[in-house]
T-cell receptor, first 114, second 113 residues
Framework: DQQVKQNSPSLSVQEGRISILNCDYTNSMFDYFLWYKKYPAEGPTFLIS?????DKNEDGRFTVFLNKSAKHLSLHIVPSQPGDSAVYFCAAIRTTSGTYKYIFGTGTRLKVLA | DGGITQSPKYLFRKEGQNVTLSCEQN?????MYWYRQDPGQGLRLIYYSQIVNDFQKGDIAEGYSVSREKKESFPLTVTSAQKNPTAFYLC????????????FGPGTRLTVT
């Protein structure tokens, strides 16, 4: 039962344009959502988060949008740069009685073309 | 310079041998986690520890064991009972404040032949 899905395994974007990475979830009880960036043979690096009570969070070139009615999360990168080429994971967190359950998507490989 | 270290980066073992992966952190986080990553899959939780001397099984704990004797250290042992041990292993910590983003180490690539 994949509670967090990233349906696009890969995405190619021209340098300077917008990259939009998508994530769908099934459990409405998640409290926070995170986006991570991962290079090959390295650990994921945290990019940006959003609380379930918000619908937008922005940090520099990165903006995360949350559509709770559609159970959909997206990460916008503007403008895209070649250094953004990596695998992006979304993750959802459910906090219950002091426990923290993290569910990760399968990742989307972004390639930014120079 | 705070962070998480995992050693070694690459590890090779023969089938039937136990192997221990190291994870050390100086972020002063109580909670630590072990994940496994396989191609085309998300991260899967092996074990986690919310405090010293306590740990819990994750979704795929069979064939693995852990200990948490110190706050800074959370070693993972891959035993010979683990059927498919070849994978990329990631250690992570969690802060106590929201949004509770996990911090990851650089990972250990284990190959068992």
């Amino acid at each position: 039962d994949q509670q967090v899905k990233q349906n696009s395994p890969s995405l190619s974007v021209q340098e300077g344009r917008i990259s939009i990475l998508n994530c769908d979830y099934t459990n409405s009880m998640f409290d926070y959502f995170l986006w991570y960036k991962k290079y090959p043979a390295e650990g994921p690096t945290f990019l940006i988060s959003i609380s379930s009570i918000k619908d937008k969070n922005e940090d520099g070139r990165f903006t995360v949008f949350l559509n709770k009615s559609a159970k959909h999360l997206s990460l916008h990168i503007v403008p895209s740069q070649p250094g953004d080429s990596a695998v992006y994971f979304c993750a959802a967190i459910r906090t219950t009685s002091g426990t923290y359950k993290y569910i990760f998507g399968t990742g989307t490989r972004l390639k930014v073309l120079a | 310079d705070g962070g998480i270290t995992q050693s070694p980066k690459y590890l090779f073992r023969k089938e039937g041998q136990n192997v221990t992966l190291s994870c050390e952190q100086n972020l002063n986080h109580d909670a630590m986690y072990w994940y496994r990553q396989d191609p085309g899959q998300g991260l899967r939780l092996i074990y986690y520890s919310q405090i010293v001397n306590d740990f819990q099984k994750g979704d795929i704990a069979e064939g693995y064991s852990v200990s948490r004797e110190k706050k800074e250290s959370f070693p993972l042992t891959v035993t010979s009972a683990q059927k498919n041990p070849t994978a990329f292993y990631l250690c992570a910590t969690r802060p106590t404040l929201p949004p509770y983003e996990q911090y990851f180490g650089p990972g250990t690539r284990l190959t068992v032949t």
